[in-house]
């Protein structure tokens, strides 16, 4: 159940108990809850993290004893950030709990917003949530990923999906770049100048750039 829309007052969260962590080095929110309606995997969200929390998916609430509580009235899923950034468990140790699958693809789209906006404006474009989507929405989902094309100047994702696709590494796309910069050094100003910015401009085939490694 997403709570984008709707406020979890409302929501009868199932009644469960934790019965084990996943590894507490790896993901030391990670929780997996027993319910009525099977394995639930979830996860609790890090104190003092930002999260859109309009974008997670509640599971239920987490009480003192690491149970799922059955009666959620008066709870609200906002009351538990400010500005964005989440404050833990209230005063009686209750603390929302969500889908571990949500919480991931969260965090999957703080990581890639922050590479873009470390690379500046060029990268985030007006809607830096949107430019987020865009990569996301163009199958790459790591942030380690997409900062090695950002690092080269690559800022439209569909141009990263197709090299990707056809096995070309950044590195090797940088090279070609490179090439055709030293290839005409002497020319007049043209696409040629910055080809990777070209490119992704739409001001440049990316088949003709990638034939210099050919």
Excluded at 191 to 199: G, L
Aim: glycine letters at 8%; proline letters at 4%.
């Amino acid at each position: 159940m997403s709570i984008a829309n709707t406020d979890a007052c409302d929501y009868k969260s199932p009644v469960g108990r934790v019965v084990r962590l996943t590894d507490p080095d790896l993901e030391r929110s990670m929780r997996f809850f027993e319910t009525t309606v099977g394995t639930i995997d979830c996860a609790t969200l890090f104190t003092g993290e930002v999260y859109d929390w309009t974008q997670l998916d509640l599971v239920g609430w987490c009480n003192s004893r690491g149970m799922l509580t059955e009666d959620c009235s008066g709870y609200h899923v906002s009351d538990y950030f400010r500005d964005g950034r989440y404050l833990g468990c209230d005063d009686f140790g209750v603390c929302p709990v969500f889908t571990r699958s949500s919480v991931q693809a969260e965090s999957t789209r703080r990581s890639i917003g922050l590479v873009l906006d470390w690379a500046g404006e060029q990268f985030t474009g007006a809607d830096p949530a949107d430019a987020v989507e865009s990569w996301i929405d163009a199958g790459i989902d790591d942030e380690a990923v997409v900062s090695c094309w950002v690092e080269i100047g690559v800022w439209d994702p569909t141009v990263a999906a197709e090299c990707i696709a056809q096995g070309i590494t950044s590195g090797q796309l940088q090279y070609a770049a490179e090439t055709m910069q030293a290839d005409n050094l002497d020319s007049p100003p043209s696409a040629t100048n910055d080809p990777i910015y070209a490119v992704c401009n739409g001001d440049l085939s990316l088949e003709s750039l990638l034939a210099l490694l050919k």
